[in-house]
């Protein structure tokens, strides 16, 4: 039986088992029966399905504290642009999910990095949409091959902690097509993701969990989402009425029933403001992706689960290694030769201090966790001294500082209260600038801090984020070469925090309390979210969008295009080649990436947009070439005049490099009418 004719053959049962519902049923399927489960309908057979935060690990609170593995954190993940690791995380994910018995994992998070303040910018991915579709696709493919249902969040701008359970994003249709829907779009139409979580922000006036426009028209008609859309925990205790969410396309209220309470939902049904099939869609949705989960299924008949095992550990340790991004290296002070340190101070309030617990319902406990500290002790393995304080007669001193989960940094529920590290963080690295004569800066961190006090005081700096459980084993081999880091920045770093785009006034970030409308904030820079802001208004960044250098070098020939014009139908596509050869002494990978500008539009168009990236891994003086297919869709944008997407026939002009701001080849492509 093939794949069309199984789901046809799930939705035939679907359907009779709905019919079996009575409303009594039908009513108790759509709110929890545990903070973590449905409610089982014995008569009919059907059992709770279970559902366990989080993006980057099994959460002990939803799990009945299961030991689990801790995997990079989402931004960690990004900065590999890695779309092979993604599915390997994903089905390790899966699997983990598989083993714990339960049937849904609440992730990945993928809302736009919008300000470098949002508590849970570790949790997400990037700023670039084509980045943010490209990644989670695979993911949700690599979940969903064990049959457990990914629930992609938090649909949709829900891009700050701020106020999150009742803020209203004012955004424009064109941000929301070009910025905010397509890692969505993308999880639906190519990830074929089987669940969402919908926000608890209202977007546009209306609550994510109730609003027709983006569930109902949006996400299922538009996009053909299959899937059911739960509700943020809680989401639901702000909306008006529990009529407006089924009609709207809600399927599920988590935890418990509070608008989707049964004499209600009666009263609303019989009042007509919603119909039975409003109701019969979304527990149709819902008894879709049981199937789709094996929870009427043998379980012996079910994907292997497994939990904390070596295999899942060294996945979270390649993504750790792939992530880390070396953000300078002035005079090739790394990588560090382990053989020739004597001595070395490991110092910093971040250098032993373990991250798991993800500052909300992001934790994750681990059988362990490596700090720096622990990692690199464990490579150096006794070959040279290592202290934990500054000590002159140390060949170098690695400082390791950044953020944390605590309150009023990198966590939930909140915003960061300050752009800048703590101030002990800071005091760590100019007392090592002080003392030492060698100093090199480890950032342990979730998202774009400020830098400016010390960062050109420093030669080397290496971003590596929250990375796992195994990430102090990952730092170890980035600063000694074991591993060629090969990351880049999924975000910006701005040199000051009013460079970036969400921060031109109150009203844009953190927004404003209304006293009669409650409290909003508006998206006033539209599309220029991130580098498409810095470029657009040629503000230089501190690190720029796609930065990550290597200890070898790249050089990049020899670009074209083929055809080098076409009046192109949907379908067709266009490819760009390039030649990268390595020209250093060490085997690495680099990201080539591809920008479009759009040479002549009757519209503004950010400078360059991300439309395409290749991973690729050279031996020292080896040569590949590298193709970029572009598709027709991709020279787009959202026309919100006509409410659709358009081009204009012009010049376009392909923009290969190593990052947003350092590019190596140009080429041009002619759009005929
Ligand atoms: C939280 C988070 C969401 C999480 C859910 C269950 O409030 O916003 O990401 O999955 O509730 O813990």
């Not at 593995?69 to 993604?86: D, H, K, Q």
């Not at 919908?198 to 609550?207: E, P, S, V, W």
């Amino acid at each position: 039986m093939n794949v069309k004719q199984k789901e046809d053959e799930i939705d035939k049962k679907v359907n009779e088992l709905l019919e079996k519902l009575t409303l009594e049923e039908k009513i108790e399927l759509i709110s929890g029966g545990t903070q973590w489960s449905t409610k089982p309908i014995p008569r009919l057979g059907i059992k709770p399905m279970f559902m366990t935060d989080g993006p980057h690990g099994i959460g002990p609170h939803s799990s009945g504290e299961k030991e689990c593995t801790y995997f990079p954190v989402g931004i960690c993940r990004a900065s590999t642009w890695n779309e092979n690791l993604m599915t390997e995380f994903g089905i390790a994910l899966g699997e983990e999910v598989r083993e714990i018995g339960y049937h849904v994992i609440l992730g990945p998070g993928i809302n736009i990095i919008r300000t470098p303040m949002c508590g849970r910018n570790f949790e997400y991915q990037t700023e670039d949409p084509f980045l943010n579709s490209r990644l989670v696709v695979p993911t949700v493919q690599g979940i969903q091959s064990r049959r457990i249902s990914a629930c992609v969040k938090h649909y949709i701008c829900n891009n700050q902690e701020h106020w999150r359970l009742w803020v209203n994003a004012i955004v424009s249709d064109r941000a929301l097509h070009e910025i905010y829907y397509p890692g969505f779009k993308a999880a639906v139409e190519e990830g074929d993701t089987w669940s969402i979580m919908g926000c608890y922000n209202r977007i546009n006036g209306h609550f994510g969990c109730e609003h027709e426009k983006y569930l109902k028209e949006v996400l299922m008609n538009e996009w053909g989402f299959r899937g059911f859309v739960v509700s943020d925990w809680g989401a639901l205790n702000y909306v008006e009425s529990p009529g407006v969410c089924i009609r709207a396309g809600l399927s599920l209220e988590m935890p418990k029933a509070n608008r989707y309470e049964k004499s209600w939902v009666k009263r609303e049904l019989d009042s007509g403001v919603f119909t039975i099939n409003d109701l019969d869609e979304i527990v149709r949705r819902l008894l879709r992706v049981m199937f789709f989960v094996g929870l009427f299924d043998d379980p012996s008949t079910l994907p292997e689960g497994s939990r904390n095992t070596r295999e899942h550990q060294q996945v979270a340790r390649k993504i750790a290694a792939e992530g880390i991004v070396l953000l300078k290296n002035e005079g090739d002070i790394l990588p560090l030769d382990e053989n020739s340190i004597k001595k070395i101070s490991v110092i910093g309030p971040n250098a032993d201090k373990k991250m798991g617990n993800g500052g909300g319902s992001s934790n994750v406990k681990p059988p362990h966790e490596i700090t720096p500290l622990e990692g690199i002790k464990e490579l150096l393995d006794g070959k040279a001294t290592v202290v934990e304080e500054l000590d002159a007669e140390s060949d170098v001193t690695i400082v390791v500082v950044g953020l944390d989960h605590e309150s009023g940094t990198d966590g939930e529920g909140g915003d960061k209260k300050s752009f800048s590290m703590a101030e002990n963080h800071e005091k760590a690295i100019f007392d090592a600038l002080e003392a030492s004569k060698k100093v090199v800066i480890v950032l342990v961190n979730g998202s774009p801090l400020d830098m400016t006090p010390w960062i050109d005081k420093t030669p080397a700096v290496v971003e590596a984020w929250y990375a796992g459980m195994e990430g102090g084993r990952a730092i170890a081999d980035v600063l000694f070469g074991r591993v060629n880091p090969s990351g880049k920045l999924p975000v910006t770093f701005p040199k000051r925090l009013e460079d970036s785009p969400a921060h031109a006034s109150e009203e844009t970030y953190p927004g404003i309390d209304d006293e009669d409308e409650g409290p909003f904030v508006k998206y006033e820079e539209g599309i220029y979210v991130g580098y498409r802001h810095f470029d657009a208004k040629n503000i230089e960044p501190l690190f720029p969008f796609g930065h990550g250098l290597s200890y070898t070098s790249f050089l990049y020939e020899n670009i074209r295009v083929t055809p080098a014009k076409a009046s192109l139908k949907l379908d067709e596509e266009i490819e760009v080649k390039v030649d990268i050869t390595n020209v250093g002494q060490m085997a690495g990978a680099e990201v080539a990436q591809l920008y479009v500008e759009d040479v002549e539009c009757p519209v503004d168009r950010p400078p360059r947009e991300l439309k395409g990236f290749q991973k690729v891994f050279l031996q020292p003086g080896e040569k590949k070439e590298v193709k970029f297919t572009i598709k027709a869709d991709y020279l787009k944008y959202y026309d919100e005049s006509e409410s659709k997407w358009t081009v204009e026939p012009g010049e376009f002009k392909f923009h290969v490099g190593s990052s947003s701001r350092d590019i190596r080849q140009v080429t041009s492509f002619y759009l005929e009418p």
